[in-house]
């Protein structure tokens, strides 16, 4: 597995899909998914250029963490529980999966700063699926007001996994509507700039819909370390 090389022809793909878009390649952040991978591939992801790490359960990010320390940019993109959120929360800089009320007030009571938390909004639709619908997800933004620690940096969804394009296309740009209609509101704790879609076999679709993050586990770092 050589992380390097993959990151070269992602970073391609990034910039082709940019141009298609009209947009600058370096609006798009890359997060590489070391879930499925040991520390040493995680940690070999860094030396090749990668800032951000993004893990699932607390129990990964809490071995890397071990040996990476703050090295890089840690996201949360799991469904996260309410009790473990005091495992992870002063060590992560991203939460992906804001998506209740219960988590939110954890967040704020165990955060020593403030924490960038991303709103999971299930835009399929699929049971499957956590994350707030597109209707709940901005009353749910507008109830975060009394969260001091909680800076709501944008949406997260996950796409239908189907290879209908247009099917996959459609959900990354009802997420991309619903982070407008949010930015609509001028809230001051919810700038909602980050728009974190797009896996491994979608973040081409899911750039030429706007996407600023993109997270990339099997293309980028592969499953096994």
């Not at 709103?119 to 499957?128: C, D, F, I, L």
């Not at 491994?200 to 370390?225: F, H, K, P, Q, W």
């Amino acid at each position: 597995m050589r992380v390097a090389v993959n990151f070269e022809q992602i970073k391609q793909q990034i910039i082709n899909a940019c141009l298609r878009a009209k947009r600058n390649p370096e609006e798009v952040k890359v997060i590489a998914v070391t879930k499925y991978v040991s520390t040493d591939r995680a940690s070999e992801a860094l030396d090749a250029g990668i800032i951000n790490l993004g893990e699932n359960r607390d129990e990964g990010l809490l071995q890397k963490w071990e040996v990476l320390k703050d090295k890089p940019t840690w996201h949360y993109i799991g469904s996260l529980q309410t009790r473990k959120v005091k495992n992870i929360i002063n060590k992560v800089e991203y939460i992906h999966s804001l998506d209740r009320i219960s988590l939110a007030e954890e967040i704020n009571k165990r955060a020593e700063q403030k924490v960038k938390c991303l709103v999971q909004v299930n835009v399929s639709g699929e049971e499957s699926k956590h994350g707030l619908s597109s209707e709940e997800a901005v009353i749910f933004i507008e109830s975060l007001h009394k969260f001091e620690k909680i800076r709501v940096e944008g949406l997260m969804t996950m796409a239908p996994l189907t290879n209908d394009e247009k099917q996959i296309r459609e959900c990354f740009r009802k997420l991309r509507e619903l982070r407008d209609q949010v930015q609509a509101l001028e809230l001051d704790y919810a700038p909602c700039t980050e728009l974190s879609m797009g896996m491994s076999n979608d973040y081409v679709i899911a750039i030429e819909e706007g996407a600023t993050m993109v997270r990339i586990g099997t293309a980028l770092v592969g499953e096994d370390g």
